[in-house]
């Protein structure tokens, strides 16, 4: 059976927040964030704008495009580190939201590699039982876990939530999940942390170890997964990586020899969000009329954890 991405959709708050804005509230400027990050601005929740809102309207979005009934799907995966509650889980929320009666729902958690964890989930779930749609969500309102006055964090980050339909079918002619590799190094998860149940309950990172971290380990698996799905870089027509910093993107772009334009970004706009950025990311090209059916895909995504993945799809 083939998989495929059938609609995407994606919501953001309507708040911007610019890099102006946050100067008036810490020791920081436009030209300080967007010359180490390549961010202007991010969109910040409010609290009518929760998780499941954003997430279901995001699904309702790709469902749409899809032309798709929420009534046909079957299966709805999210993956988020910032839930609106314990339980129930925001899938079950969302499925309660858009009035999918039939589907199964669940959450995922590998913060910002949760879409490609999450997608990896749903392929595997709708291979084994040959389900025919489902409802891929990356979502997560990380500006209800910053520390305002901490400069190192609460600059990067902006919430929203992004969505995928994967179908199912038996032709050929449509397009298909080819690979997928994923790691975890629990070793190095004081890089990057939100203990929520601790003293200290907000963001907190190691910026030059992540970006270490993600310079190296972003392209290798690139790498692995293209080996694995015996894909050559002339075969590829986008690589949407996770939008955390532009200087990250372009080091990955650099060490695979490929140009910048094959390395569409968005965090201009939305700052990192986190497990919603790359099905955001690639929204935001389908609504543009930048995807064609049969163009081949790598996303990869890196995050706490620490946690990575990449995969190739056609689309």
């Not at 927040?17 to 202007?40: A, F, P, Q």
């Not at 990250?248 to 706009?269: G, Q, T």
């Not at 081949?296 to 706490?304: E, I, K």
Request: net charge negative; charged share 25%; aromatic share 6%.
């Amino acid at each position: 059976m083939h998989l495929y991405i059938a609609g995407t959709g994606s919501a953001l708050p309507e708040s911007r927040v610019t890099n102006d804005d946050l100067s008036k509230r810490m020791d920081t400027s436009d030209e300080w964030i967007y010359s180490r990050t390549g961010i202007h601005e991010r969109r910040i929740a409010d609290r009518k704008e929760t998780l499941s809102v954003l997430s279901a309207k995001a699904a309702e979005a790709a469902l749409e495009n899809a032309g798709i009934a929420p009534e046909e799907t079957e299966l709805i995966v999210v993956g988020t580190s910032t839930p609106d509650c314990v339980f129930p889980s925001c899938g079950c929320e969302v499925q309660s939201y858009i009035h999918a009666p039939k589907a199964f729902c669940m959450d995922v958690s590998a913060a910002c590699s949760g879409f490609l964890y999450a997608l990896h989930t749903a392929e595997s779930i709708m291979r084994t039982d040959r389900l025919k749609t489902a409802l891929v969500i990356g979502a997560d309102t990380l500006s209800r876990h910053l520390d305002w006055s901490d400069r190192s964090t609460s600059v990067l980050f902006g919430d929203g939530a992004g969505a995928v339909v994967l179908k199912g079918s038996d032709s050929e002619k449509d397009g298909d999940i080819l690979g997928t590799v994923l790691g975890s190094d629990g070793g190095r998860a004081p890089f990057l942390t939100c203990r929520t149940q601790s003293d200290d309950p907000y963001v907190r990172m190691q910026g030059q170890e992540v970006f270490r971290f993600a310079v190296r380990t972003v392209p290798q698996c690139i790498e692995e997964v293209m080996t694995k799905t015996g894909m050559q870089k002339e075969d590829i027509r986008y690589y949407l990586l996770h939008q955390a910093n532009a200087r990250i993107i372009d080091s990955v772009a650099r060490y695979l020899k490929e140009p910048a334009e094959k390395f569409p970004m968005n965090m201009e706009k939305t700052a990192n969000t986190s497990a919603a950025s790359i099905p955001v990311l690639m929204d935001g090209l389908n609504r543009e009329g930048k995807l064609t059916r049969g163009d081949v895909l790598v996303l990869s995504g890196f995050g706490a954890g620490l946690t990575w993945g990449a995969g190739v799809l056609r689309y």
